[in-house]
C-alpha cells in the first residue's frame, strides 16, 4: 500500500463488506483496491478496512467528505506503510504462523475474488464532463450499443446533485475498448464528454509522482510552475460550484492537469475562488481571453456567475499585493448592485423558474438597462424592489418576511415597507387591489444584500411557479433631490409656525395680565357714585327694552355719549303725523 493514496478506515460495522465499501468510495473517485479486514473463519468484518486510489486528489477529497457507512460513523485516516508492517512482523507468534498455514484454502479464494474482481475493474471507464440531465439508465442506452453494461454509477454529493461523471462497468476489456473509442469527444445528451479508462496506467504512476513530491516538498520545497502561464486564478464562483463544473467549462479551452476549488480551513467551505492548471500555455492564454469579453452574454460563466479570471502568481507576489490597498467599488452610482438576483435562461439557477417569470426577468433587466442609460439614475445599495407579491400579501407580512430572510437579528434595521395599490378603494379594502409589487430599505447594505440572495427565486417563499423576483431599487437623483427641498421647506413651515403660536401665547397672557391689574387697583366706589351708575343702567335697560327703529345706511349718524366716547345715531320709528325720515 502506498501512503497518501491509501486510506485507513475504523468502526466499520461487522456487517461491512468489500463491495459496498468500494461503491461508497468510488463516488469520490477511481478506486484502485478496496477491502475489509475479516475475522479469520468468519465473515463478519472485525471493524478495519483499506481503500487505495489512483490520485493522491481523490485520497484527499475522502479524508474530507466521506464520513459514515450506512448511517454509522466511520473514522477515515491515511494509512501509514512502514509502521504498519512492522508492527505486524514483531506482533505476529508462532500459534498465528501455524494457524495461518493450516488454512492455506482461504487465503487462495480471497486472492482469487480480489484477482477477479481487479480483471473486472480493467474494463471499467469514467464519463466526464457529463450533463446533470443524463440519468444511468440514459448512460445504459448509449454504451449498450457496444457490448454488455454490467453496472453503471453516477457520483452524487452530500445533497443529491450530481457531480458531473459517470462510471460504466463493461463485461471485458474488448467491449470498454470499443466503447471509449466510439464516445470519447462525442455529445451525449448535447454535451461534449471525455470518456477514459477508470484506472489507466498514466494516472496510476502521476498518483505516484504526486505521493513521491508531497513527501519531498516538506524537505526541499520545488519551484513554482506559476510562472510557466499555464495556472490561472478564478474568481467570483459560487460557493456551491466544486472542481467538476469548473473542469467542465474550462474543458473546451484545452486540456487540464487540475482544478481546486479554495476551500475556508477553519469552516470547510468555499471561498469562492480557485485555481485551475493547463497542460499548455495556448489553452490558459484562451481562456484569459474569453474571460475578457465584456459583453452581457460573454465571458466564462459558472453556474450561472461570470467568473473573473487573471494569470495565478508567486505566494511572494500575493502576499505583496495583499498589502497594497484594496480595491473599492468608485462612483456614486453603485453599478455593480445592478447584477445582484440577476438569472439568465439555460443556467443552472433557472432550472425549475416558470416561463412566465423568466418572461418576467427578462422584461426587468431590459427596463433596468434602458434606464441606467441616465447617469441621473443610479443603484440603491439599501433600498429593495420586490416583485411577485401575492394579492393577499400586506405591509406587515412583507416586513416580517424581510426580517427573517435578513437574519431577524437585533441589529436588522427596516427604515420603510410598502406594498402598491391602485388607490381605488373597494369593499373591505379601503386602498385597493394589491399591483403585486412594494420596496423595503434597510438601514444597512449588508442585511439588504442577505435579504436578496435569501427571497430571491426561492421556491418556498410563495410558491414554486411565482417566486419572489428581488433587486436593488433604482434611484433618480434629480426626484430625491426634489424630495429633499420639499421635506426641508416643510421642517421650516412647521417651525415657523410654532415660533408664531408662542408669541401669540405671550402677547395672550401679557393682556390677560393688564386686565386683571385694574381689577386689583380700582379705588373704593363712593354710594354717590353708586347710585348714578345704577340710573344710567336703568335708562339703558328702557331704552333697549322699547323698538328703536332701524338703522338707515345711508345716513349714517354719530352721537357723543357723556364718557366722550361715540356711537351710531338710531333712527326712531317713523310717526304717522309726521314726515317719513328713512
Known amino acids: 500500500m502506498m501512503a497518501g493514496l491509501t486510506l485507513f478506515v475504523r468502526n466499520l460495522p461487522a456487517s461491512a463488506s468489500s463491495e459496498n465499501l468500494e461503491k461508497i468510495f468510488s463516488e469520490v473517485g477511481p478506486v484502485k483496491r478496496c477491502f475489509v479486514v475479516k475475522d479469520k ?26 464520513k459514515d457507512y450506512d448511517g454509522k460513523t466511520i473514522s477515515v485516516i491515511q494509512a501509514k506503510k512502514k509502521v504498519y508492517e512492522k508492527k505486524k512482523g514483531k506482533n505476529k507468534t508462532d ?36 450533463s446533470f440531465k443524463c440519468s444511468e439508465a440514459d448512460l445504459k ?18 445533497d443529491g446533485k450530481k457531480r458531473g461523471f459517470a462510471f460504466v462497468q463493461f463485461k471485458n476489456m474488448l467491449e470498454a475498448g470499443k466503447a471509449l473509442a466510439a ?39 520545488l519551484p513554482s510552475d506559476v510562472n510557466e502561464g499555464k495556472t490561472i486564478f478564478i474568481r467570483n464562483l459560487s460557493y456551491d460550484s466544486e472542481d467538476e463544473a469548473i473542469e467542465q467549462v474550462l474543458l473546451q ?91 439568465r435562461a439555460g443556467t443552472k439557477a433557472a432550472e425549475g423558474v416558470s416561463e412566465s417569470d423568466m418572461a418576467k426577468r427578462a422584461r426587468f433587466a431590459e427596463l433596468k438597462k434602458a434606464k ?4 441621473n439614475v443610479f443603484v440603491s445599495k439599501t433600498r429593495l424592489c420586490v416583485h411577485n407579491i401575492p394579492k393577499n400579501v400586506d405591509r406587515k407580512q412583507l416586513l416580517k418576511l424581510c426580517l427573517s430572510a435578513a437574519g431577524g437579528g437585533k441589529g436588522v434595521r427596516i427604515k420603510e415597507c410598502h406594498v402598491m395599490y391602485d388607490r381605488k378603494p373597494v369593499r373591505g379594502q379601503p386602498m385597493g387591489h394589491s399591483l403585486g409589487y412594494g420596496f423595503v430599505e434597510f438601514l444597512e447594505n449588508e442585511h439588504a444584500l442577505q435579504a436578496l ?84 343702567q336703568r335708562k339703558q335697560e328702557a331704552v333697549s327694552s322699547h323698538y328703536s327703529g332701524f338703522k338707515t345706511a345711508a345716513e349714517v349718524e354719530h352721537v357723543e355719549l ?21
Open 41 to 66: 473463519g468468519s465473515e463478519q468484518c472485525r471493524g478495519i478496512g483499506y481503500v487505495t486510489y489512483s490520485m493522491e486528489e481523490d485520497a484527499q477529497r475522502a479524508l474530507r467528505e466521506i
Open 95 to 130: 500459534e498465528q504462523k501455524t494457524e495461518s498455514s493450516k488454512k492455506p484454502s482461504v487465503i487462495n479464494n480471497q486472492q482469487k475474488s480480489q484477482g477477479i474482481r481487479k480483471n473486472k475493474m480493467k474494463a471499467r471507464i469514467i464519463i466526464r464532463n457529463l
Open 141 to 158: 442506452d448509449v454504451f449498450s450499443k457496444y457490448g454488455t453494461v454490467l453496472d453503471v454509477k453516477i457520483p452524487l454529493k452530500p
Open 183 to 221: 464516445t470519447n469527444l462525442k455529445e451525449i445528451k448535447d454535451r461534449r464528454v471525455a470518456v477514459d479508462w477508470a484506472v489507466s496506467k498514466d494516472k496510476f504512476l502521476a498518483g505516484q509522482l504526486g505521493s513521491a513530491a508531497a513527501k519531498e516538498k516538506r524537505k526541499n520545497p
Open 253 to 343: 479551452f484545452g486540456e487540464l492537469r487540475y482544478v481546486r476549488v479554495v476551500m475556508n480551513a477553519e469552516t470547510g467551505h468555499s471561498k469562492g475562488c480557485a485555481f485551475a492548471q493547463f497542460k499548455n500555455k495556448e489553452a490558459a492564454e484562451k481562456c484569459l481571453a474569453a474571460a475578457q469579453t465584456e459583453s452581457e452574454t460573454g465571458g466564462v460563466r459558472v453556474d450561472g456567475r461570470k467568473l473573473n479570471i487573471v494569470l495565478a502568481v508567486t505566494r511572494e507576489d500575493a502576499s505583496k499585493l495583499k498589502n497594497k490597498k484594496v480595491k473599492t467599488h468608485k462612483g456614486s452610482r453603485n453599478l455593480y448592485l445592478a447584477r445582484e438576483g440577476l438569472i
Open 372 to 375: 441606467l442609460k441616465d447617469v
Open 453 to 536: 440572495r435569501h427571497l430571491n427565486n426561492n421556491p418556498k417563499i410563495f410558491t414554486a411557479n411565482k417566486r419572489p423576483i428581488v433587486e436593488f431599487s433604482l434611484e433618480d437623483m434629480r426626484k430625491l433631490k426634489i424630495k429633499a427641498m420639499r421635506e426641508q421647506k416643510n421642517k421650516m413651515a412647521s417651525a415657523s409656525q410654532s415660533r408664531t403660536g408662542e408669541k401669540k401665547g405671550n402677547t395672550a397672557g401679557r393682556q390677560e395680565n393688564r386686565s386683571e391689574q385694574p381689577q386689583q387697583k380700582s379705588p373704593r366706589k363712593t354710594s354717590a357714585t353708586i347710585q348714578q351708575s345704577a340710573g344710567a
Open 562 to 582: 357723556g364718557d366722550g366716547k361715540k356711537r351710531q345715531k338710531i333712527l326712531p320709528m317713523p310717526s304717522h303725523t309726521g314726515p317719513k325720515i328713512r
